[in-house]
């Protein structure tokens, strides 16, 4: 009886099934540490964050969280991890930038430099900066910022341009510690050349006004399903609903495709102007889940328009501020 038993236990493990998704998401905050011993100047609310050394010597060091809360569920299981953002400003060739995890809670205030942002803007309240962690009742432990030595990924980059960082061992138990305990989740830090002068570098921050160039992260993940679940692999094209909806400023967009293809994914407002490109990129089989964040744009009903393969499906969304 104890064999079949075993046996029976075992054929019950082995029918559970694995469910594989991908989740894209855009940065919840960002901001940019600027070297200064007061910790008088942040960014908060501008449209750029910044790396490296400028021509003065001056240290900047960005700061980006994605907030995970509720979009992968806690028993999930991370595969893979990719950071895409989009360098858009350099006087140097291709140096070395890094993301570290940090380990103290920060803020993203009002400040906005305006221009060409390089040279920061006065501190507002719950601003980070190279002082504080919020300007100005918090203070780092460290000033420039608490964060792990050891870099969770590095990336060479050279001219303007969207560059990932590409999944690590490191990326990936960053983002399952935080999955499984949401109060650690204190975002990465981006750390350039600090060597010498002359190598900062501009990347887009998420009220950049090119939606596409925000920061973005990309996570494949998967949840064990019950005994009776379905295939881990779709087995039709489907277009969900957006959740929340109404919703204000993100939501998320669930999809399926069932084999390989170009996808694409875009908002148009009624007139069918288009407003937003969420997905232009061939996929894997699978179940995704695309965020949109519409802060900067209007109130009011939207189309979001699935293509791949054969398959065309739009739905309506309603964007209330």
């Known amino acids: ?100 995890k940090v380990t103290a809670s920060w803020g993203e205030g009002t400040s906005n430099a305006g221009a060409n942002e390089g040279g920061g803007a006065a501190s507002t309240t719950n601003d980070a900066t190279w002082i504080h962690r919020f300007f100005n009742t918090a203070t780092w432990a460290t000033p420039g910022g608490d964060f792990v030595v050891t870099p969770s990924a590095s990336l060479s980059i050279g001219g303007v341009g969207t560059y990932q960082f590409e999944s690590t061992p490191q990326l990936v138990a960053d983002v399952q510690e935080w999955v499984n305990d949401s109060t650690k989740n204190h975002g990465w830090i981006i750390i350039g050349d600090e060597s010498s002068t002359q190598t900062a570098k501009r990347f887009d ?15 494949q993940y998967s949840i064990v399903n019950s005994v ?75 189309l979001y328009r699935l293509q791949a393969g054969h398959y065309t499906a739009t739905k309506k969304l309603i964007l209330i501020k």
């Open 1 to 100: 009886m104890k064999f079949f038993m075993a046996v029976v236990a075992h054929i019950v493990v082995m029918s559970a099934a694995f469910s594989q998704q991908e989740l894209s998401l855009t940065a919840t905050k960002d901001n940019t540490l600027y070297e200064d011993a007061s910790g008088s100047t942040s960014n908060g609310a501008g449209e750029f964050l910044f790396t490296g050394k400028t021509n003065s010597g001056s240290i900047r060091r960005g700061l980006i969280l994605f907030d995970l809360s509720g979009k992968i569920p806690s028993n999930a299981t991370i595969l893979s991890v990719k950071v895409r953002l989009n360098m858009s400003k350099t006087a140097t060739s291709a140096k070395t930038v890094s993301l570290h």
């Open 205 to 219: 921050s998420r009220e950049n006004s090119t939606a596409a160039n925000r920061p973005t992260l990309i996570v």
């Open 228 to 302: 009776n679940s379905q295939s881990p692999k779709p087995v039709e094209f489907s277009l969900q609903q957006n959740y929340p909806n109404p919703f204000n400023p993100s939501t998320i967009i669930r999809y399926s495709v069932p084999s390989a293809g170009h996808v694409s994914l875009k908002v148009f407002d009624l007139l069918g102007k288009e407003v937003a490109t969420l997905v232009n990129e061939v996929k894997e089989a699978g179940f995704f889940a695309q965020e949109w964040n519409a802060s900067g744009i209007p109130s009011g009903m939207y």
